[in-house]
């Protein structure tokens, strides 16, 4: 859901961050290869002759979940404004609240000063996401 969210009288929008789809894509990738080598290792270890089947069904595992949640995972949207940051299900970051912001893998976290934290999943460019939600905070 791209839809600009309701504002404040005064309030400006400065960004909007949805999840990007080759991202998305990317990063099962990465979890189906790393699952495959863990599974087949456990195989290996547990004296399994058909280690094989750990490749299989990890890349399986791994591609079904990513089918049946791409749609709802790639259609949050976050909203970057000059007073704070709001996110799908009526969730909103005060900036003045952001204490840091961190990057994971695809993600970027907001971690606030009361110590929630937030992800903004799929980014297609996790520097830019952070940097622009701190240039917001630092200018709250």
Known sequence: ??????????????ASFSGNR????KEHVM???LGSVLMSGVLV??????AWTGVVGAVGAIAVRGFYVAKEQLGF?????DRRLIGP????????????VNTIFSAAQVVTR??????????E????TKAEIERAAAAA
């Open 1 to 14: 859901m791209t839809d600009t969210p309701n504002l404040e009288p005064g309030e400006t929008l400065l």
């Open 22 to 25: 080759t991202t998305y894509i």
């Open 31 to 33: 979890l189906a290869a």
């Open 45 to 50: 270890y547990m004296g399994n002759p058909h």
């Open 77 to 81: 949207t976050w909203h970057l404004t």
């Open 89 to 100: 299900g009526e969730r909103s970051i005060s900036l003045t609240n952001v204490d840091k």
């Open 114 to 123: 009361t110590g929630d934290k937030y992800l903004l999943k799929y980014q």
């Open 125 to 128: 460019d996790t520097a830019r």
